[in-house]
């Protein structure tokens, strides 16, 4: 079956028969149906990390009870709906042709790049900058609540809409123009966020190139620069923390706070040496964890000759499921690397959602040299 999302304004009846593909599909065992189901009922995910499937085979998936039902459900999880039921009242809105469909259909051209039709749109509903999407989803929480401003982050929203277009920057300064308030606040990842903060955790406007100039034209538009109270930490530590220093420095330009760990993220050992005295314990352990994924060997010596633990996890908001090994592996920053296992980091820890070793780590992102010297230590 075809797993793309389907256009908005599709009607029920083109919904339903992708399940009734996705029945027949899974009844012939094929396998992009096999896993698509493993990847989105929520009979094969995980309870205790509900976005990444079990590890089940193919076998048993295809075994599994799978009923017109489970690939409605599937289907509608496709489409990142809490359940068919979501979804019906979610077609059922848009096709009344109210307030819904003029917020998605706003949001089409927004995620399109259609800058006259968004404009056309605004002028025609000024307060469309300030309505809210009502989808009901699986995410947490249930009910974003995203304004179009929020969808400019390109995070968090439907999957198939986090895309950044070419005209970004023109589109987002149409929607600051028309009244969007630049920190409006909306449920993502479990808290709530303002778009700044989703903008420099996602990886597509930084694969437009974008990421700067829109971080920028949103400060320039009164975001705080300090964030909204984001559970994962300020703007300039999301971006560190997400792998994205360069928008990290643009927002130092700015003037953001350089505590220890955002000395340590960016790279800047003076001004680390000299806040190391007075840090916290928490500000010691994240400045660690950013310095080791980010590559910068000085900063990681500084730390460990400090007396922080290299075996220690990550802390909460900074990936917290593995070790700082784990994570110089995965970018095969080598001498970070080397370094750490000089310094007695453990090479047998398994990360705590994949079970894998930095070794593991390593050779899932092709990372030929740090392999082979984690091999010529013992690791297993």
Known sequence: MDAT???????????????????????????????????RHPRFLRADVPWLAREVSVADVAAAPFALDDARLVVARAHDFADWLALVEWVAAVAAGGPVTRFESAVEALVTGDLPGLEAQLAADPALVHAR????????????????????????????????????????????????????????????????????????????????????????????????????????LTALVFGYPATAEALARRGARIALAAAAGLGRLDTATRLLPAA????????????????????????????????RFNPPGAHAHATPLHHAALAGHAAVVELLVERGARLDLADRIHASTPLGWARHAGKREVAAFLVARGAP
């Open 5 to 39: 999302p389907l256009p908005f304004r599709s009607t029920l009846g083109e919904y339903a028969r992708q399940a009734e593909q996705l029945l027949a599909a899974h009844r012939a065992r094929a396998p992009a149906a096999l896993d698509l189901v493993r990847c």
């Open 133 to 236: 999407s009502t989808r009901r989803t699986c995410f947490d929480p249930p009910v974003h609540g995203a304004t179009l401003l929020h969808y400019v982050g390109a995070n968090g929203v439907e999957g198939h809409r986090q895309r950044t277009p070419p005209n970004a920057v023109a589109l987002t300064r149409a929607l600051l123009a028309a009244g969007a308030e630049a920190d409006a606040l909306a449920g993502f990842y479990g808290c709530r966020c303002a778009t700044l903060s989703l903008l420099v955790s996602s990886s597509h406007p930084h694969a437009a190139g974008l990421a700067v100039p829109l971080a920028e034209l949103l400060l320039d538009h009164g975001a705080a620069l300090e964030g909204q109270g984001e559970s994962w930490g300020t703007p300039l």
């Open 280 to 311: 916290t314990p928490a500000e010691r352990h994240l400045a660690l964890a950013l310095a080791a994924q980010l590559g910068h060997a000085p900063l990681v010596r500084l730390l460990l000759d400090a007396g922080e633990d290299p075996d």
